[in-house]
């Protein structure tokens, strides 16, 4: 390694001591009830609230779906993280003092490994939190339904937008990551004889590590529907309450942002009010399966029937459902798919719901 090397590896390795100060990870959560949000940060060492009560109020709503209170001194990780860091700032310096390239692409591959190893865990520890509810303690139980926030990105969780990203020690230790990616590539494009010898598996460890990052990256801002909540969610365009389940509707963004409504001719409604069309900015469309009320299922993917005996929130007697189970033998009318329902929305003249022809 050449001396511009080593200090680059010298500086990026006594970077990592920020992570001992500085938090590493934030998740926030907004809604309405909470105007200036919660905020949970993760240190190298401990979870502590973004403001002084966030982390006993967070707890205290996850007690409302049966989620296990978030106990810092019970969390192992939060043990052995000082240690791995320590070690890998350790074996950093001593690849900047000592200077063989091998030692570089060791320090570059343990980096990645254990960066990787860490966000899998994390994943995990957030699984473990959203899925494994206990439902005897549980005041709000909605089948179905987990509170995973997403890893990387933001997810709508019933009211509530989760979003998760590095903070400020944790992009301190991505640019670190990075820097040592940066020098082994110059160590391995200079003349030697064992530079060639090196091409191979430095490669090799780039792209592992880019795609242990990548891929996390891209599951983890997926937009995906919110289950809706009955009394709590409101329809985006009459701002009721959301009354009945069976005929709930979503517009899911491309950002992850979810309008919800309280009705599917609601959200027809609503896209000819304002125009908007399944253009670049919308991810997808989605109506709760009659039959089945805690279940989303894409407008492209569902049928309708309309149908006098059906009594929707918004009076166009319209409920969407999977065709794998025949709505129409319980009720008769007409049957139509998404673009029906869209056409026959259009032909009601159906601009608002408090004056026009359909009202609560």
Request: net charge negative; glycine share 8%; proline share 6%.
């Amino acid at each position: 390694m050449d001396t511009r090397s080593r200090y680059i590896i010298g500086i990026a390795s006594l970077a990592l001591v920020f992570m001992y100060i500085l938090p590493i990870w934030k998740i926030t959560l907004d809604a309405p009830q909470y105007p200036e949000g919660l905020g949970l940060e993760i240190h190298i060492d401990n979870i502590v609230g973004q403001k002084a009560y966030d982390l006993d109020n967070v707890n205290n709503l996850n007690h409302y779906i049966g989620m296990k209170r978030i106990e810092p001194e019970s969390i192992p990780e939060l043990v052995w993280m000082p240690w791995i860091i320590g070690g890998i700032i350790a074996l950093g310096l001593l690849t900047a003092l000592i200077g063989k390239r091998w030692m570089l692409y060791v320090w570059v591959a343990v980096f990645i490994g254990i960066a990787a190893v860490g966000l899998y865990d994390f994943y995990l520890w957030e699984y473990d939190y959203g899925h494994n509810l206990d439902q005897e303690k549980a005041i709000i139980k909605i089948p179905g339904m987990n509170y995973q926030p997403p890893l990387i990105g933001t997810k709508q969780l019933l009211n509530f937008t989760a979003s998760s990203w590095p903070a400020l020690g944790g992009i301190i230790a991505f640019l670190s990551m990075g820097a040592g990616l940066f020098v082994a590539f110059y160590e391995i494009r200079k003349p030697g004889i064992q530079a060639k010898r090196n091409v191979a598996a430095v490669a090799s460890i780039a792209l592992t590590g880019l795609m242990l990052f990548v891929l996390p990256v891209l599951s983890g801002c997926t937009p995906s529907p919110k289950q809706l909540t009955a009394g709590v969610d409101r329809c985006t365009h009459c701002m009721m309450p959301v009354s009945d389940l069976r005929f709930g509707a979503e517009i899911v963004y491309k950002t992850g942002k979810v309008l919800a409504f309280d009705a599917v001719e609601c959200m027809g409604s609503y896209m000819e009010e304002h125009e908007v069309t399944q253009a670049e900015d919308i991810h997808s469309l989605w109506v709760i399966d009659f039959n089945e009320p805690g279940r989303l299922i894409p407008v492209e993917d569902a049928l309708f029937l309309h149908s006098q005996n059906i009594n929707s929130p918004m009076g166009m007697n319209l409920a969407g459902y999977d065709p794998s189970s025949d709505l129409s033998r319980l009720f008769s009318g007409e049957v139509l798919d998404w673009e029906g329902v869209r056409l026959m929305i259009q032909s009601e003249s159906l601009h608002t719901h408090v004056h026009g022809p359909i009202s609560h």
